[in-house]
């Protein structure tokens, strides 16, 4: 599988990988595989793409960022560019809480401790990886609106929509930035329809050096898709699914 690195526009330091091709993510088919780990994981791609979202909040009251799909270091990076920014900033010296969520044993996603104490009646802005279909900052909001927060904003790294039930969406790459990219229901997908085989399941966490294997051993091996599919419930019984 060929990965191809894609270049913000607003940051050439800060990248994403794609593969193209036709992968299984949690609530879709896809035709773009797309890898975050690097901006996710590694502080300068990071902190570039944390200066680009916040970027977009800074006349926005921001008290508490929820960190969905491991955005933990972004949000702290953006965080701190929300306190650093401009004494016009709405922001400026502020503290910011970086919350993520728990899940609990029906997969809802809940607060305890702090983090209840954290998002109760402040502004609270979601931060995810990748949204294709949404269903992800849906199941988050209605999340914050049971624990009394107000939502201040949804950024992402990844989006291949601009708004979800009429909340615009911030994202520092988008579906115009990956040539021909598709989403589809997994019961309409084009290429399921066009006898197009799966290449792999795509989780957030799956990286690409295991997928790559796993592709690889597709060729050699019928026990490949069933070594894909323990990866992918691994991922996504970890992770929130987007
Ligand atoms: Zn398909």
């Known amino acids: 599988m060929q990965f191809k690195s894609i270049r913000s526009r607003a940051d050439a330091g800060v990248t994403m990988d794609v593969a193209e091709g036709h992968f299984a993510a949690n609530h879709s088919h896809i035709n773009n595989y797309i890898d975050l ?3 996710r994981t590694h502080l300068f791609a990071a ?33 701190e560019a929300l306190s650093k920014s401009s004494f016009t900033g709405m922001n400026s010296d502020q503290d910011i809480a970086i919350v993520r969520p728990e899940l609990n044993a029906n997969n809802q ?37 049971y624990y009394g927060a107000i939502l201040a904003g949804v950024c992402t790294v990844f989006s291949a929509l601009r ?5 615009p969406v911030n994202a520092v790459f988008t579906g115009a930035d990956v040539q021909d990219y598709m989403t589809y229901p997994p019961e309409t997908c084009a290429l399921c329809a066009a006898g197009r085989n799966l290449d792999a399941l795509a989780g957030i966490w799956t990286p690409s050096s295991i997928l790559t294997g796993i592709l690889n051993y597709k060729k050699r091996a019928p026990l490949a898709p069933a070594l894909a599919c323990i990866v992918y419930a691994f991922t996504s019984s970890t992770v929130p699914s987007v």
């Open 109 to 145: 996603m809940i607060f305890r401790g702090y983090a209840q104490e954290a998002v109760r009646g402040k502004n609270v802005l979601l931060l995810l990886s990748s949204i294709s279909t949404g269903k992800t900052v849906t199941r988050a909001y209605d999340c914050l609106k």
């Open 47 to 79: 902190r570039g793409a944390a200066e680009i979202l916040a970027g977009f909040y800074e006349s926005t009251l921001v008290e508490a960022i929820l960190c969905l799909e491991n955005t933990d270091t972004i949000g702290a990076l953006m965080a």
């Open 37 to 39: 780990t690097k901006v």
């Open 163 to 167: 708004e979800i039930d009429g909340i």
